[in-house]
C-alpha cells in the first residue's frame, strides 16, 4: 500500500518553474473486520460492506501559471494491526522565499484503512525533527499546533478560494509535520 499527501504551493505569477518531489510509503498489515487480500476473489463477497469510492478532487487554481508541487510521504512502515494507530513525520518545506499554501490533494492506494491525514504547521524551525514515521498521539504540540491541511474519509482534497492560503518559506512556517491515523 502506499499513501501521499499533494501539498500545493505558488510563488509569484512570474516564475513558472515546476518542482516535484515524490515519496511513497509501502505499508504491510492485516486489520481486524478486513479480509486480505481485499480485491482477491475470496474476499469480494466479505469486504463488500468498504465503500471507499472518492469524487475526483477540482482545483481551478491549480491550473495557474507559477503553481508548484510538493508531494509528501511516509517511508515504508510496518503498522500494527490494532484498531487505531496515530503515526507522525515532519517535512521541510522550501525557504527561499515566502509561498502559500493553496490547495490539499491525498494520493492513496489503499483507502480501506485510512482514516484521517492532518497537516500540522511547525512555527519553530529548530523543533523536533521526525524523519521517519514514528508512532504518535492524536494531539496539536506546542510548536506543530497549527492545521493547515487534512484529508478525512469522503473529502477528496481541499481547494482554498482565490486570495486564501498558508504562508509558509522565508519569513513563515518552515517545517510541517504530517498526521496519518490508520484504522482497522
Sequence with gaps: MTGTLNFQTT?????????KKKHTISLSF????ICDPY???????????VECDLEEFKC?????????????AFLETTIPATETNYYCMTFDLPSDQDYHVI???????NMEVLHHILVYACEDENSANI????????????????IIGLWTVGNPGVCFADNIGFRFGQ???????LEVRWWG
Excluded: W, Y
Excluded at 480485491?39 to 460492506?49: E, G, I
Design 171 to 177: 519569513t513563515a512556517f518552515k517545517k510541517v509535520k
Design 103 to 109: 490547495a490539499t490533494e491525498p494520493i492513496m492506494d
Design 30 to 33: 492485516v486489520l481486524p473486520g
Design 11 to 19: 510563488k509569484p505569477l512570474t516564475q513558472t518553474k515546476h518542482l
Design 39 to 49: 480485491n482477491s476473489p475470496q474476499c469480494t463477497l466479505k469486504n463488500s460492506f
Design 131 to 146: 524523519s521517519r514515521p514514528q508512532a504518535c498521539g492524536m494531539e496539536a504540540e506546542g510548536e506543530c499546533g497549527s
Design 60 to 72: 481551478p487554481r491549480l491550473n495557474n501559471t507559477g503553481v508548484r508541487q510538493i508531494d509528501m
